[in-house]
């Protein structure tokens, strides 16, 4: 690494998706960039992402998928860098691709792909990476900022904080971006673990402990006005609670002390179905609704019900079949947490995007200052809306940063 004091038109903290994206962007319009990351792996979350494939976007993005306490902040980038704009970039390197459900796009290969794309944006741009390289101060000078690495001192024209969330610290996730908005006088919106399990009291999940590993399509909702979710995807249950792609998406609604509430056979009025299917069957009880649902969660059911699953169904009182069917169609149960960051796939909350421009990711309190990606309080849903918020913002601020000779 050099010796002498270079300079940058732009530093970059973070190299991962938004931060080399960004940086290949910018490079590529003749800007001077480095990128600093301390983690000594390039990119371990989208290596990690999508199962090893990385859904590296959706194909229906749009600004309803995103939580935000400034709901509309997203709009201006998602408009401007498309799902169809990265997908042109994904063909360009000759990376083969499918679509796996609901718009969710993933590399039909490896994760890895999507990192070589990055890391070859940015050397055609030019652009020197630091890794890894530890942050040790970051100040305001006249012309830009100087940033104190553990490979030397650094000045540059323009700081952009694309240092992600605080999931999954592992890998490297820490707090540094926050800490940074709040050296310049950002507000940061109070940050919670997103797109993750939810756990529940032992004794209270005692009952559903032998049921790990089942899995069933349900409905599932929480909270209520502007702040309400609801979702009908898979449900999995776990030793200590619920996961699943459709627990993982409610996660980011769910306050602590709100219940969940599930429909574990949407579709129908399952009452209704058990009283036809009464006249014409003398099924067991237990056989038919294992019919309808994953064996394990049928004779747990009804154990839990107090209902014999060897009753012939023309022998169950059909106000305990409506009773059956209720429970089914709206269970309500409340959890007491959530895996935390060590399972959470992203962050809600960040950077508060009422103080900084929707067109480039600027900051309104600092000039030059920049933040894109997982570090500001944009979240969103799980299925490649939050890389896809990664191109989106790394691209709009890429193209609003100059060479450090044109500013003012």
């Given at each position: 690494m050099p010796a002498a004091l270079p300079d940058f038109d732009a530093v970059i903290l973070g190299a991962g998706a938004a931060g080399l994206f960004c940086a290949g962007v910018a490079g590529q319009r003749g800007l001077r960039v480095l990128v600093i990351d301390h983690a000594p792996k390039l990119a371990e979350k989208i290596r990690i992402s999508g199962g090893g494939r990385c859904n590296f976007t959706n194909r229906d993005t749009t600004p309803a998928q995103f939580l935000s306490n400034n709901p509309h902040f997203c709009?201006?980038?998602?408009?401007?860098?498309?799902?169809?704009?990265?997908?042109?970039?994904?063909?360009?390197?000759?990376?083969?691709?499918?679509?796996?459900?609901?718009?969710?796009?993933?590399?039909?290969?490896?994760?890895?792909?999507?990192?070589?794309?990055?890391?070859a944006e940015c050397d055609a741009g030019g652009v020197q990476r630091w890794q890894p390289c530890s942050l040790a101060a970051v100040r305001a000078v006249a012309g830009g900022f100087e940033v104190d690495t553990s490979a030397g001192p650094v000045r540059c024209a323009q700081l952009v904080v694309a240092s992600g969330g605080l999931s999954i610290p592992k890998i490297g996730a820490t707090d540094i971006g926050h800490r940074l908005a709040r050296q310049f006088g950002h507000a940061v919106?109070?940050?919670?673990?997103?797109?993750?399990?939810?756990t529940f009291d032992a004794s209270i999940w005692a009952p559903f402990v032998p049921l790990a590993g089942a899995s069933l399509p349900v409905q599932l909702a929480t909270?209520?006005?502007?702040?309400a979710g609801r979702f009908d995807e898979d449900l999995l249950f776990t030793h200590r609670g619920l996961s699943g792609p459709g627990v993982l998406q409610i996660s980011s609604y769910w306050q602590p002390g709100e219940p969940l509430r599930l429909n574990l056979l949407p579709g129908g009025d399952i009452a209704d179905q058990l009283r036809q299917a009464k006249a014409g069957s003398r099924r067991q009880l237990g056989n038919v609704?294992?019919?309808?649902?994953?064996q394990?969660?049928?004779?747990?059911?009804?154990?839990?019900?107090?209902?014999?699953?060897?009753?012939p169904l023309p022998e169950v009182r059909d106000k305990d079949l409506q009773r059956l069917g209720d429970s089914l169609a709206r269970w309500d149960i409340t959890p007491n947490g959530t895996e935390g960051w060590r399972k959470a796939e992203v962050t809600a909350g960040g950077v508060d995007t009422r103080e900084l421009d929707?067109?480039?990711?600027?900051?309104?309190?600092?000039?030059?200052?920049?933040?894109?990606?997982?570090?500001?309080?944009?979240?969103?849903?799980?299925?490649?809306?939050?890389?896809?918020?990664?191109?989106?913002?790394?691209?709009?601020?890429?193209?609003?940063?100059?060479?450090?000779?044109?500013?003012?």
């Open positions: 709009r201006s980038a998602l408009a401007r860098y498309t799902p169809a704009d990265f997908i042109a970039l994904v063909r360009s390197h000759g990376i083969g691709f499918h679509e796996k459900h609901k718009g969710q796009l993933f590399c039909d290969d490896s994760a890895e792909q999507i990192i070589q794309l990055l890391v919106v109070p940050t919670r673990p997103a797109l993750v399990p939810l909270g209520s006005g502007q702040a609704l294992a019919g309808l649902l994953p394990r969660l049928a004779d747990a059911w009804l154990a839990r019900l107090g209902l014999d699953a060897s009753r929707s067109r480039n990711m600027a900051s309104q309190r600092q000039s030059g200052l920049f933040f894109i990606g997982e570090v500001v309080d944009v979240t969103g849903w799980l299925g490649g809306y939050n890389f896809q918020w990664a191109w989106a913002s790394a691209a709009a601020c890429a193209q609003a940063l100059q060479a450090a000779e044109t500013i003012g």
